[in-house]
T-cell receptor
Framework: SQTIHQWPATLVQPVGSPLSLECTVEGTSNPNLYWYRQAAGRGLQLLFYSVGIGQISSEVPQNLSASRPQDRQFILSSKKLLLSDSGFYLC??????????????FGPGTRLTVL | GEDVEQSLFLSVREGDSSVINCTYTDSSSTYLYWYKQEPGAGLQLLTYIFSNMDMKQDQRLTVLLNKKDKHLSLRIADTQTGDSAIYFCASGSYIPTFGRGTSLIVHP
C-alpha cells in the first residue's frame, strides 16, 4: 500500500531564516506530487505540483520554491522566511495517467510558525 | 477559474443525520470528492463519486450528485462525536479545486 510522509511535523522559525520541508511517498512509482498551504481561513492553496523529477509548476508567485530531486521526494524551500509564510503545509500525491485518475492522497502536514 | 462553494459551519445533535452541501462550477469534472480533516491532521479521502453517477452509498455515508445544478452533498447517517471535523468538497478533471471546508460540530 502507499504511504506519504512529511517532516518535520511542527516547526518554529524566525523571520529571515531558511526553510526546508520534505515529503516522501512509498509504494508507488512516478506519482504526481503537490504542495498546498492551508492558512487560518482553512482553504487549500495549491503552491506547486510536479509530474516528474525536476519538473515543477508554480501556481502562485511567492517566497517559496520546490524541488523534486528523486521520483518520490518533494521538497519545499525558502531562502528567507516571511511572517506570512506561517501556515499548515500539506503534501499530496496522485497517480499519473488518464483523466479521472487524479484522486489526491494527503500527508499528515507540517505546522510552520514564523516569528 | 473553477470555484467550489460550501457553507462554513454545520451543527447537529449526536444520532441525527448531517447533510453537507457543495456547489461547483467545473462541468468537466470527472470525479467529485469528499475529504475529512481532523484537528492538526492532513486530509483523509472519505469517498468520491464518478460524474456519471447520481448517488453512491458507503456505510453511513451517502453522496448525491445533481450534475445539472452542479450540486454535491454528503449525508452522514447517525452522526457521532467522532464525525466532528472539517469536510472538504473537491472537483476537477486534472488537479482538483477544493472548497473552504465545512466545520461539522456534533453535540450531545
Amino acid at each position: 500500500s502507499q504511504t506519504i510522509h512529511q517532516w518535520p511535523a511542527t516547526l518554529v522559525q524566525p523571520v529571515g531564516s531558511p526553510l526546508s520541508l520534505e515529503c516522501t511517498v512509498e509504494g508507488t512509482s512516478n506519482p504526481n506530487l503537490y504542495w498546498y498551504r492551508q492558512a487560518a481561513g482553512r482553504g487549500l492553496q495549491l503552491l506547486f505540483y510536479s509530474v516528474g523529477i525536476g519538473q515543477i509548476s508554480s501556481e502562485v508567485p511567492q517566497n517559496l520554491s520546490a524541488s523534486r530531486p528523486q521520483d518520490r521526494q518533494f521538497i519545499l524551500s525558502s531562502k528567507k522566511l516571511l511572517l506570512s509564510d506561517s501556515g499548515f503545509y500539506l503534501c499530496a500525491w496522485s497517480r499519473q495517467g488518464l483523466a479521472g485518475t487524479d484522486t489526491q492522497y494527503f500527508g499528515p502536514g507540517t505546522r510552520l510558525t514564523v516569528l | 477559474g473553477e470555484d467550489v462553494e460550501q457553507s462554513l459551519f454545520l451543527s447537529v445533535r449526536e444520532g441525527d443525520s448531517s447533510v453537507i452541501n457543495c456547489t461547483y462550477t467545473d462541468s468537466s469534472s470527472t470525479y467529485l470528492y469528499w475529504y475529512k480533516q481532523e484537528p492538526g491532521a492532513g486530509l483523509q479521502l472519505l469517498t468520491y463519486i464518478f460524474s456519471n453517477m447520481d448517488m453512491k452509498q458507503d456505510q453511513r455515508l451517502t453522496v448525491l450528485l445533481n450534475k445539472k445544478d452542479k450540486h454535491l452533498s454528503l449525508r452522514i447517517a447517525d452522526t457521532q462525536t467522532g464525525d466532528s471535523a472539517i469536510y472538504f468538497c473537491a472537483s476537477g478533471s486534472y488537479i482538483p479545486t477544493f472548497g473552504r471546508g465545512t466545520s461539522l460540530i456534533v453535540h450531545p
